[in-house]
């Protein structure tokens, strides 16, 4: 092959590579945005914006290990709606710092954040949850060019291994 197909075919290689690099690139900034947006909508106890950045289909683990799965946009809504009224008394919970997107295939990726309750949760059978760390699992998804929040698991870090967004862990780990 004489030497100009070599540097044309060269060529043709670098700026592929070039190009997934900037659409990875492009597309994690996406899901960062969606997750943004998700915090702000949350922050704000706006059930409304918060169920319209979900698929319809969006399922939740919560703190307490219940499963809700939802069929609709509608459910989505009454189901922050309710939480926001019931469980947050209408006072916003954590901000959420990403700790990691990292991508399973080109239109779903995983999300680590973390959240850090600094007060008191009382639910209104009277079971306090002192304040504590979480690390909240999103699955999202990408439809018609479109990402989404599929999912979300929330693990709770309970005292005394617990950390703020951030933070090292204090002691070793696991606990000896």
């Known amino acids: 092959m004489p030497a100009r197909k070599w540097i044309t075919a060269a060529l043709i290689c ?3 590579v070039v190009a997934v690099g900037q659409d990875n690139n492009r597309q994690e900034r ?3 945005d969606l997750l943004a947006r998700w915090n702000t909508a949350y922050r ?3 059930a409304k914006a918060l ?7 969006f399922e939740i683990v919560n703190r307490l290990g219940q499963w809700t799965p939802t069929s609709s946009t509608l459910q989505n809504e009454q189901m922050w709606a309710w939480a926001f009224t019931n469980i947050y008394k209408g006072k916003p919970g954590p901000d959420h710092k990403i700790e990691r ?6 239109d779903v990726a995983l999300v680590q954040a973390r959240a850090y309750w600094n007060d008191v949760i009382v639910l209104d059978d009277g079971t306090r949850i ?4 979480e690390i909240d699992t999103f699955v999202a998804v990408r439809k018609a060019r479109v990402w989404r ?3 979300l698991n929330i693990h709770n870090q309970m005292p005394p291994f617990d950390i ?5 862990l204090a002691v070793p780990y696991p606990p000896k």
């Open 130 to 133: 002192p304040p504590h760390g």
């Open 164 to 168: 703020k967004p951030g933070e090292p």
């Open 30 to 32: 996406a899901v960062r």
């Open 51 to 57: 169920s319209a950045l979900q698929t319809p289909d």
């Open 149 to 151: 929040v599929a999912a």
């Open 14 to 16: 670098v700026c592929s």
């Open 101 to 106: 997107v990292r991508f399973v295939s080109s």
């Open 44 to 46: 704000s106890l706006d």
